[in-house]
């Protein structure tokens, strides 16, 4: 059974920078392809950023390119999200996805809030 558990949310004020983690429970972390969703207050969940289970390969929502940077430790079985320059519209709760042939699970979400 997988699971996953985010952390390193809070407040922040604009501006600022945050580093979420991503734990995973379970076997064959490396053969799982990763990614980042958030759902902001009033707002639909949204692709964030993606990371493939070799590593090599990322991709990233255009509102956050340039600013985020997903990667991960498979040796920790740990995957993160280095947040820069954050503004009010990053406000938001994130979770950490994982999917290995349709085999899906999501992490319970980690609250993050840009506000001054």
């Known amino acids: 059974q997988v699971q996953l558990v985010e952390s390193g949310g809070g407040l922040v004020q604009p501006g600022g920078s945050l580093r979420l983690s991503c734990e995973f429970s379970?076997?064959?972390?490396?053969?799982?392809?990763m990614s980042w969703y958030r759902q902001g207050p009033g707002k639909e969940r949204e692709f964030v950023a993606f990371?493939?289970?070799?590593?090599?390969?990322?991709n990233y929502a255009d509102s956050v390119k340039g600013r985020f940077t997903i990667s991960r430790d498979d040796a920790k079985n740990t995957m993160y999200l280095q947040m820069n320059s954050l503004n009010p519209d990053d406000t938001a709760v994130y979770y950490c996805?994982?999917?290995?042939?349709?085999?899906?699970?999501w992490g319970q979400g980690t609250q993050v809030t840009v506000s001054s």
């Open positions: 996805y994982a999917d290995r042939h349709g085999n899906i699970y």
């Open positions: 379970g076997f064959s972390f490396s053969s799982y392809a």
């Open positions: 990371i493939s289970y070799v590593g090599g390969l990322t």
